[in-house]
């Protein structure tokens, strides 16, 4: 499954449709080869905000990460993908929450030390989603399973 921008609308679309010649009003958000899913928006003015998870196949990372575009015209075009996540361990559950020009993304992250858990980790833009903290912060250490 890939993610696509319809007019600002997003939606999943199987990877088969790629062998196929798609409307102009469709894009894709997520250019990557392999799997994305868990797709969540927020919107803040005329910018558009979308996370997801990949697996990581075709963009250069190894394991699943969450990736991240933003739009500033309403969705008509996409600023290039950003890899908030380490390659560190399973990623899921992405949200992202926006006001003005703050930008939260938050995520759940296999976390292994002595025990493994899956910690909740926070990425912070304050300018429109252009750059993030390094490294995102770990709220956590409680295991959600």
């Given at each position: 499954?890939?993610?696509?921008?319809?007019?600002?609308?997003?939606?999943?679309?199987?990877?088969?449709?790629?062998?196929?010649?798609?409307?102009?009003?469709?894009?894709?958000?997520?250019?990557?080869?392999?799997?994305?899913?868990?797709?969540?928006?927020?919107?803040?003015?005329?910018?558009?905000?979308?996370?997801?998870?990949s697996?990581?196949?075709?963009?250069?990372?190894?394991?699943?990460?969450?990736?991240f575009?933003?739009?500033t015209?309403?969705?008509?075009?996409?600023?290039?993908?950003?890899?908030?996540?380490?390659?560190?361990?399973?990623?899921?559950?992405?949200?992202?929450?926006?006001?003005?020009?703050?930008?939260?993304?938050?995520?759940?992250q296999?976390?292994?030390?002595?025990?493994?858990?899956?910690?909740?980790?926070?990425?912070?833009?304050?300018?429109?989603?252009?750059?993030?903290?390094?490294?995102?912060?770990?709220?956590?250490?409680?295991?959600?399973?």
């Amino acid at each position: 499954m890939k993610l696509f921008s319809v007019l600002g609308a997003l939606m999943l679309v199987s990877t088969s449709v790629l062998a196929q010649v798609l409307p102009p009003d469709i894009q894709p958000i997520s250019q990557d080869l392999g799997v994305s899913d868990s797709p969540k928006i927020a919107m803040s003015g005329s910018s558009l905000y979308v996370v997801w998870r990949s697996d990581g196949a075709g963009i250069g990372v190894i394991g699943q990460q969450i990736l991240f575009r933003r739009s500033t015209n309403f969705g008509i075009t996409f600023k290039p993908v950003q890899v908030l996540s380490d390659d560190s361990g399973e990623v899921r559950d992405p949200t992202v929450a926006a006001s003005g020009s703050r930008v939260f993304v938050a995520w759940a992250q296999r976390v292994c030390t002595v025990t493994c858990s899956h910690d909740i980790f926070i990425a912070r833009s304050v300018d429109g989603g252009a750059t993030f903290d390094d490294p995102a912060i770990n709220l956590s250490s409680d295991a959600l399973d």
